[in-house]
T-cell receptor, first 113, second 114 residues
């Protein structure tokens, strides 16, 4: 089944404890992206990647890191999480090359205390 | 800067029509529309590119006025399944890569009642 998977789906952590949220897609998509969703603010793009080793900042990259070493994986790293990073996070992917439809993962609900 | 969506919320009865607007303060190259049902991930509806034609998807269509930097989503003869939050995403790049740097609006909550 073609899909975007994220792990973990739920995570409660403490301030300053490094964490990684994984994202993987099995559709051979070139493009991948991370978003955060907060009540009343909609979706905000954190980082995106056009292909392996090519990443770029979205609108809210502060406090986040990403890497794209393999085409299928695009992990989101929070080196020192803070409570303002408590949010619902979505990973998405797209074929790229002029195809813009993004397929979203199920979401990861992160709480930082 | 996030595009502005209006209205913020709308309630319809089955069979009624609705229009959701998306307005940006900067020049746009493309507008992307997504729908998100409660507790689920967003799902792609359509994209409108600068210079492109008005798009349609069954009873859901959209237009893009490049000069006014606005897009509108039209839902006709609404069904219960149309309920959800609609987001527009805008991209200002003129090259293909920049169409992936999206800024989304805050969403419009659409409720369709029997």
């Amino acid at each position: 089944e073609a899909q975007v998977t994220q792990n973990p789906r739920y995570l409660i952590t403490v301030t300053g404890k490094k964490l990684t949220v994984t994202c993987s897609q099995n559709m051979n998509h070139e493009y991948m992206s991370w978003y955060r969703q907060d009540p009343g603010l909609g979706l905000r793009q954190i980082y995106y990647s056009m292909n392996v080793e090519v990443t770029d900042k979205g609108d809210v990259p502060e406090g986040y890191k990403v890497s794209r070493k393999e085409k299928r994986n695009f992990p989101l790293i929070l080196e020192s999480p803070s409570p303002n990073q408590t949010s619902l996070y979505f990973c998405a992917s797209s074929f790229g090359q002029g195809s813009y439809e993004q397929y979203f993962g199920p979401g990861t609900r992160l709480t930082v205390t | 800067q996030q595009p502005v969506q209006s209205p913020q919320a709308v309630i319809l009865r089955e069979g009624e029509d609705a229009v959701i607007n998306c307005s940006s303060s900067k020049a746009l190259y493309s507008v992307h529309w997504y729908r998100q049902k409660h507790g689920e991930a967003p799902v792609f509806l359509m994209i409108l590119l600068k210079g492109g034609e008005q798009k349609g998807h069954e009873k859901i269509s959209a237009s893009f006025n490049e000069k006014k930097q606005q897009s509108s989503l039209y839902l006709t003869a609404s069904q219960l399944s149309y309920s959800g939050t609609y987001f527009c995403g805008t991209a200002g790049g003129v090259d293909g890569g920049s169409n992936y740097k999206l800024t989304f609006g805050k969403g419009t909550l659409l409720t369709v009642n029997p």
